[in-house]
């Protein structure tokens, strides 16, 4: 891990009055962007040449004579021929003269090798760089061992596909779509042979991910993605707040969904296996006598990074779960970071986070609130890493 006095240093040379939010253009860019500048602040966003027209074209911010946006939310966008380029020298030194605060997303860490992330990205990062590789499933201290420390509750793993004993979903990369899921579901043994060789034939998945796949109960039940924050600055109010909930548009998974049984059973073979990529996020709440538990997760979350990964969580993460028949939450994935959902409560907040702070309330301005007040009392070294 890159040593944290050389962060500080860098952080020294910064006008903090004149601090700027950068962060990946891709994911929920838009979120970040959009509540950095509700909060005042102007807004980077480092493109991919060939998909940078959201970011400099359509969502691209106008001032007025004043300073304050009328439209749009992207101040500046920094084409790269590609984004693994920004762990370069003397890109990492422009993003220090501008006074840029890093956001890292899913995006940063898909594309840019986590080892250069740790170790070379010398540029203040607002939340948990340690945790970020807690992300990678099969890593020896991978998010579902720090859940298992924790005494959290996930899906039970099957470690044979000999003994798949009711449905399960295969997690496992996709092939071509390297970025994506090349997920499945079995309820037998000759069902999880049968399909992986569907799969295989199709160019979805590899030999190689699927003897290191992780095999898992299914959970039915509907999925929340808990949004929460934790403030290491709060002091008056408590530290963890729940900002918003959604839940996921999957494809093709959702136009299966939409077919009638008889319809579904009439499918191709090319058709019938359904892909996991996600492709939209929506929305929800949760009935109210469900919300005290998932503040317990988070609670417990919080705690055992902080115990297993100094500092521990700092700002957005994201606790994705299954509710079962018995109102038992699993969580299924952990985002130590802003998570992939957000976007849907850019703007217009989301009904916890506006309720806890009377105003509209995204994941995005939350951060940009963390940051705001962090300038304004000298702490910004207890938010970056």
Known sequence: MIDREKILTALEGYDLSKAKVGMVASHSALDVCDGAVEEGFRTIGICQRGREKTYTKYFKCQRDAAGSAVRGAVDECWVLGKFKEMIGEDFQERLRKENVLFVPNRSFTSYIPLRDIEEDFAVPMVGSRDLLRSEERGEERDYYWLLEK??????????????????????????????????????????????????????????????????????????????????????????????????????????????????????????????????GHNSATMRESLIEGAFDL?????????????????????????????????????????????????????????????????????????????????QVDRIVT
């Open 150 to 279: 924790a005494g959290m509750p996930f899906p039970r793993r099957i470690e044979d596909p000999k003994e798949i004993d009711g449905l399960v979903i295969v997690k496992l990369h996709h092939k071509v779509k390297k970025l994506e899921r090349g997920f499945f579901t079995a309820a037998s043994h000759d069902e999880y042979v049968k399909k992986s060789k569907a799969l295989l034939s199709a160019d979805v998945i590899t030999e190689e991910d699927l003897k290191t796949a992780r095999i898992e109960e299914y959970v039915i039940g509907p999925v929340f993605n808990l949004d929460f924050f934790y403030s290491p600055l709060e002091t008056a109010m408590d530290r963890i707040e729940l900002i918003g909930v959604d839940w996921r548009f999957e494809s093709s998974l959702d136009g299966h969904v939409r077919l009638p049984a008889p319809q579904q059973m009439t499918l191709m073979e090319k058709q019938a296996t359904p892909e996991y990529t996600v492709c």
């Open 298 to 378: 988070a609670e417990k979350y919080v705690k055992a990074t902080q115990e297993h990964y100094d500092p521990g969580i700092i700002g957005p993460f994201c606790l994705q779960t299954c509710v079962d028949k018995d109102l038992r939450f699993h969580i299924y994935d952990v985002a130590p970071r802003v998570g992939g959902g957000t976007n849907v409560h850019m703007s217009v907040g989301h009904p916890y986070g506006n309720t806890v702070w009377r105003t509209n309330m995204s994941t995005g301005r939350r951060l940009a609130m963390e940051i705001r007040r962090a300038i304004e009392t000298a």
